[in-house]
């Protein structure tokens, strides 16, 4: 049995207006039965008139003829009312049908000739019945060639039906279908068409053909192409990093983890929602607030990246160290991050094996330390010594050879005073080697004696000490740190920045220490202090950082060209 086909848009439809005219006229006679029946209302008319008059007596001319149009009045009368009027009004109707069939059918070619898809309206046969611009362009070829042509043969270039022809499949299942592929141009050149068939039905609800829709889509086949090329580079490069991906939905929350970042904390697919604190809670508590301040920054414009290093959560329950680094790739008008994309790093190897090398070199520090300590002891004991022996020998030589005259005194008194010149300088430098000041009297006191050492020996450098929260003792390594810091970076300012001020805060907290060295020197641009394995070339600031690693604590060294240096180090009390 032959079931209606569904409504479809592409169906050759009349419009609305064209409707509602043709409604109103179901509900009336047609003009054509209007107008014989007034033939036939009139010629009865005529047939009674004479009829009446035949049989009246005979009247004079005159009466006969008023009579006659009396009688003609009164029987027509009812003509004009019930079928003349009717008459003009279905003509009217007729003329302003006629005006909407010609106005829809200008829209129509308008919307179908200024559209920007090709459309072309093809027969059961396959023959091309009509076409429009936007095809004629696609195809390089004018609308008219295309008239009566078959449609595999102007648009695919075949001697035969396509094998997945849309029209065909439209026709047969009574419903819209899309398909992609090739087409050939006049000059062979072939590009890509999506193409959307909808099947036209004939009065008896029976297919008669199709419309084909087509819109070019080479660049966006091109874009796809390129974009599946960028997604292998993409795989083979995380494959060969073993670097894990996620992609953040910052509107939704929702966000994906590729299989390589589930795998690297030991969890399966399934195991892992995709969504934002699946993330977060996996982060390690004293990492948190860190990392999670460095994603703020960086979603909110403040930074132009976001990189953390955070230790994480495996599904064994133990922590890895993960290198997390990302980047907003969508935002909105306003600004408002939309979309971000980054990758995980397994870095608990290389935390290792910069732990150990803390160790080893918080080791070599000590044994350093610990050979300052012995040569500033032999110096100040053994040195000492002799040099106060060789001093009180020469007295003695002086008093024993009084009588030499004035030019052998001369002689006497410049050694002795040589030989204690040679005495404060093994001094200053058993005390720069160790200050013993720094076991005795701690960190504030030995801040305190080496700055105003250092005022004497750079006066045009002014140092300024201070001191926040309550002083106590550290630990021995710690203020050992503390005091080398300090001297290693006033030496630093006084070698190169040209500063004339220079200020070393001390903050004493609860559960950290904190050291801040300031000037106002020429500056530097830190950046380009940095070698290859992100370490300073400066001897004086390496120094600093291992001191500083070797204790757990961080460095912060900010400076531009011509605004000064700030040093801060924090270390966990």
Not at 104 to 123: A, P
Not at 169 to 189: K, L, S
Not at 195 to 219: K, L, S
Not at 490 to 513: C, F, M, P
Request: with cysteine.
């Amino acid at each position: 049995m032959q079931t209606k086909p569904r409504e479809s848009s592409a169906q050759f439809n009349i419009s609305q207006q064209e409707t509602d005219l043709k409604l109103q006229n179901q509900s009336r006679i047609s003009p054509k039965s209007l107008l014989i029946l007034l033939v036939v209302w009139i010629f009865l008319a005529e047939l009674c008139d004479m009829v009446i008059l035949h049989h009246l007596p005979p009247l004079p001319p005159l009466t006969r003829s008023v009579i006659d149009a009396t009688f003609l009045l009164v029987v027509l009368s009812p003509v004009y009312f019930l079928m003349y009027r009717p008459l003009v009004r279905a003509w009217e109707e007729g003329k302003r049908m006629h005006f909407a069939l010609r106005q829809s059918e200008e829209r129509y070619r308008s919307l179908v000739e200024d559209i920007d898809f090709g459309i072309s309206l093809i027969g059961a046969d396959h023959k091309i019945l009509m076409t429009n611009r936007a095809q004629s362009r696609y195809y390089q070829k004018p609308a008219e060639a295309f008239i009566g042509r078959q449609c595999f043969r102007e648009f695919a270039g075949k001697d035969h039906i396509c094998a997945r022809c849309p029209g065909v499949t439209a026709m047969a299942e009574n419903r819209p279908v899309e398909v992609e592929g090739e087409r050939v141009r006049a000059d062979g050149t072939r590009w890509y068409a999506h193409i959307h068939a909808f099947p036209v039905f004939g009065p008896d609800g029976r297919p008669t053909g199709f419309i084909e829709v087509t819109e070019d889509v080479t660049e966006r086949k091109r874009i796809e192409r390129k974009l599946v090329e960028n997604e292998e580079r993409l795989n083979f490069a995380l494959e060969a990093t073993r670097d894990g991906l996620w992609d953040f939905n910052l509107t939704t929350g929702e966000v994906y983890f590729s299989p390589r970042w589930v795998e690297m904390l030991g969890y399966r697919p399934e195991e892992v929602a995709p969504e934002y604190y699946t993330w977060e809670k996996l982060l390690h508590p004293d990492d948190r607030d860190r990392v999670l301040e460095a994603l703020t920054e960086h979603v909110e414009g403040r930074a132009a990246t976001y990189e953390a290093e955070v230790r994480m959560k495996t599904e064994a329950g133990g922590w890895i160290w993960i290198l997390t680094r990302g980047q907003v790739v969508r935002r909105d008008q306003q600004g408002k991050a939309l979309r971000m994309i980054g990758t995980h790093t397994d870095i608990t190897d290389r935390k290792r094996a910069e732990e150990e090398i803390r160790f080893l070199n918080h080791q070599l520090i000590n044994l350093a330390e610990e050979e300052r300590a012995r040569l500033a002891r032999d110096l100040h004991d053994e040195f000492g010594q002799i040099l106060t022996t060789l001093q009180l020998g020469m007295e003695t030589l002086r008093n024993m050879t009084r009588n030499m005259g004035k030019e052998a005194e001369g002689q006497y008194q410049r050694l002795i005073g040589l030989i204690a010149l040679l005495g404060d300088h093994v001094r200053d430098v058993s005390a720069q080697l160790r200050p013993n000041i720094l076991d005795n009297l701690g960190l504030v006191s030995t801040l305190q004696w080496h700055i105003e050492k250092f005022s004497v020996q750079v006066p045009d450098l002014r140092v300024e000490l201070t001191v926040a929260g309550e002083a106590r003792r550290l630990g021995r390594d710690m203020e050992l740190a503390l005091y080398r810091i300090s001297q290693e970076a006033l030496n630093n300012t006084a070698k190169h920045s040209r500063a004339e001020h220079a200020w070393i805060e001390l903050e004493y907290g609860q559960d950290q220490v904190a050291l801040t060295l300031r000037d106002d020197g020429l500056g530097f641009d830190p950046q380009q202090t940095r070698d290859a394995e992100n370490g300073f070339k400066g001897i004086g600031l390496l120094g600093i950082r291992e001191r500083v690693g070797a204790l757990g604590g961080t460095l912060d060294i900010r400076s531009e060209p011509g605004r000064g240096t700030a040093i801060r180090v924090m270390l966990p009390a």
